[in-house]
């Protein structure tokens, strides 16, 4: 019996180092961009802290990686948040859309906002204070408005 969970166990710590091998993403892009967001609009110091702290872990060319994202398998879902949330919508890329597409973005993150979809429930476990307020809410909303009219 002991025996068998000794086995066990080993194997999991096994399983554990093998996967560290698994390659890993780097979503660092240190370059200061033109087409960022706040290039293309005029934006408030603070709706801009709030996309960065809560959002461009996954919408834009830098990603914080907590010591967690170092580690499989935590890494695997992180670079596959990161790679799709990019491809939706991309702060860093945003001067490169068409005037169609940012309106259409600007009224996807309005959307995301009212039914409380973003930041991804998942990644809100470990970033508990990436929850958005209703203020921070309030604030990027009145914003939307005021670009996207
Ligand atoms: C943990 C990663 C992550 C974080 C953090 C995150 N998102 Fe997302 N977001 C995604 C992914 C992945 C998608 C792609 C669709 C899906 O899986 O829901 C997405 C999709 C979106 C879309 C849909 C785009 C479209 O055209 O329909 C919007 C809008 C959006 N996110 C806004 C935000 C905002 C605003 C924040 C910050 C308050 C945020 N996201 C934070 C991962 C993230």
Known sequence: ?????????VTV????IVIQFIPKDYNQ????????????YSMPEEVQAIFKKDCYDCHSNNTNY?????LQPMRLMLDR???????????????????RKKRSKLRAISTS???????????LIIHRDAALNPRD?????????KVNE
């Not at 907590?66 to 170092?70: L, V």
């Not at 990161?82 to 005037?99: H, I, M, P």
């Not at 906002?113 to 990644?123: A, C, H, K, V, W």
């Open 13 to 16: 710590i096994v399983l554990f």
């Open 1 to 9: 019996m002991t025996r068998k969970i000794l086995i066990g166990l």
């Open 113 to 123: 906002l009212d039914e409380g979809t973003m930041p991804l429930p998942s990644y």
């Open 81 to 99: 948040h990161v790679r799709n949330g990019k491809a939706e919508l991309n702060f860093d890329e945003f001067g490169t859309y068409s005037a």
């Open 29 to 40: 892009d240190k370059q200061v961009t033109l087409n960022n967001i706040a290039t293309v």
């Open 66 to 70: 907590p010591f967690y994202a170092h």
């Open 137 to 145: 809410t309030a604030l990027i909303k009145s914003w939307i408005r």
